[in-house]
């Protein structure tokens, strides 16, 4: 079955850099965009970035732009989401996600912690 895990999560300071990755099992991931997403404590959860089946790319929040970059792996069926000059504010859950036949679908996330 349709299945996403995220990975590469952590402890790390602020200004610096985590790459977290997206496995996808279950399903042609090549052809469906694969988006990130972010939950903060007592937050609602936020759109990270997006990335189609072509290798188009976006980052939405304007706090990420410039620092996020997202990318895909479609022999390995990976997605990737790399931050750089992390800040106490991206503390967060992250979640890959996938939309297909109108049914969308989650990993179980991967927590980053910025904290000096």
């Known amino acids: 079955q349709l299945q996403l895990v995220e990975s590469g999560g952590g402890l790390v300071q602020p200004g610096g850099s985590l790459r977290l990755s997206c496995k996808a099992s279950g399903f042609s991931s090549d052809r469906y965009n694969i988006a990130w997403f972010r939950q903060a404590p007592g937050k609602e959860r936020e759109g990270v970035s997006c990335i189609t089946s072509s290798g188009v790319t976006t980052i939405y929040p304007d706090s990420a732009k410039g620092r996020f970059t997202t990318s895909r792996d479609n022999a390995k069926k990976m997605v990737y989401l790399e931050i750089h000059s992390l800040k106490f504010e991206d503390t967060a859950i992250y979640y890959c996600?996938?939309?297909?036949?109108?049914?969308?679908?989650w990993g179980q996330g991967t927590q980053v912690t910025v904290s000096s």
């Open positions: 996600s996938v939309k297909r036949d109108s049914v969308v679908y």
